[in-house]
């Protein structure tokens, strides 16, 4: 962390430290998570994607998601694990790589619904917090700032208005897309409450996460706020990267 010691400013080295970004869907977390991680040299690490790649493996076994001592026990014995990509990670499922099934709206549902439950949380978390044990990663979630990294170097809670989320995420999908803007919208407002309203570990900033609302932004603009964030947290304003 940047202190002030006798009137220095310490600099952090970014390769040790911990970027926690949280926000709700559709703030920009990928794309600023992205950045940064880029522009820093650090590794990126979606943890929505853990929970993804969970929620798709109880639909394949087509057993319920609202059961959590079922779903507790499959989550015992799988492995998930994310590798950096050019893009996005790649998310390997139990060794199978999953990155490309599991950004439907199907998915993303389930991933909102198994995401409540404690024990698996637990678990993801526990896999989270090993693989940023080293430091030098951005890592992008809900809980990051509050559960996982409570200790991170650098906290940010992008969030933005529902309806310029519902808009950018309807923009994302683009051609891809055969769901109506009005559904998209509808079905981020119905992820946003349960992310927000469940017991453990809901959608919330950390006391000491610097708040980015990017609702008036586009989103290079959120990127360079979000890097001059970073930058006067770690004591690196005025150098060069
Ligand atoms: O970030 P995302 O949209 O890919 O996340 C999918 C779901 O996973 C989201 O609706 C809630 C859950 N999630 C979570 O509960 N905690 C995280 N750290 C990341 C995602």
Request: proline share 5%; hydrophobic share 40%.
């Amino acid at each position: 962390m940047t202190q002030d010691q006798g009137g220095l400013r310490t600099q952090t080295d970014p390769s040790k430290t911990i970027i926690a970004i949280d926000g709700p869907a559709g703030a920009g977390k990928s794309t600023v998570a992205r950045h940064l991680a880029r522009h820093f040299g650090l590794l990126n690490l979606e943890t929505g994607a853990m929970y993804r790649a969970f929620a798709l493996k109880v639909l394949r076994s087509e057993l319920a998601l609202d059961e959590p001592a079922v779903l507790e026990r499959i989550a015992a014995e799988t492995s998930i694990r994310l590798e950096p990509g050019d893009d996005e990670n790649r998310v390997l499922l139990d060794g199978e790589d999953v990155s490309g099934l599991i950004r439907n709206q199907l998915v993303t549902d389930a991933a909102s619904r198994i995401s409540v439950f404690p024990a698996i949380r637990a678990r993801m978390v526990r896999l989270q917090q090993e693989m940023g044990a080293q430091g030098g990663v951005v890592m992008e979630g809900r809980d990051i700032g509050t559960v996982v990294f409570p200790h991170a170097g650098v906290k940010i809670f992008l969030d933005a208005a529902p309806e310029v989320r519902g808009q950018r995420r309807f923009d994302q999908l683009g051609a891809r897309s055969t769901t109506p803007p009005e559904e998209v919208i509808r079905e981020l407002h119905a992820r946003d409450e349960r992310d927000r309203n469940r017991a453990d570990s809901p959608l919330k900033p950390a006391p000491d996460a610097v708040l980015l609302d990017s609702t008036n932004m586009t989103l290079d603009e959120a990127v360079a706020a979000a890097e001059t964030i970073v930058e006067e947290k770690l004591g690196l304003a005025g150098l060069r990267f």
